[in-house]
């Protein structure tokens, strides 16, 4: 069983920055793929950075790319979203999940979430 606990969201004029954090149970996270989802009011949760496993391999969704970055610390069981020129549109509760298999295809656990908003 892994547990996830978010942190680091809050209120945000558009244009500026903030910092998420995801502390991760379990003895082998740094073979896990860690990601972070977000959803907005009314609309579905949607896929937003991954960090596989061992790798160091990222992905980005095309909506956050050059905006975004995710970086990770296997010592200390945490996966970090450091996200710029925020935009009204990021607006959402952000997820962090984790895939134990490593691929970042099959996420099976998810933090309860930490809200973002951007204000124009």
């Known amino acids: 069983q892994v547990q996830l606990v978010e942190s680091g969201g809050g209120l945000v004029q558009a244009g500026g920055s903030l910092r998420l954090s995801c502390a991760a149970s379990g003895r082998t996270f740094s073979s896990y793929a860690m990601g972070w989802f977000r959803q907005a009011p009314g609309k579905e949760r949607e896929f937003v950075a991954t960090?596989?496993?061992?790798?160091?391999?990222?992905y980005f969704a095309d909506s956050v790319k050059g905006r975004f970055a995710i970086s990770r610390d296997n010592a200390k069981n945490t996966v970090d979203l450091q996200m710029n020129s925020l935009k009204p549109e990021d607006t959402a509760v952000y997820y962090c999940?984790?895939?134990?298999?490593?691929?970042?295809?099959?996420?099976?656990?998810w933090g309860q979430g930490t809200q973002v908003t951007v204000s124009s």
């Open positions: 999940a984790a895939d134990p298999k490593g691929l970042g295809y099959a996420y099976d656990y």
């Open positions: 960090s596989r496993g061992r790798g160091g391999y990222t």
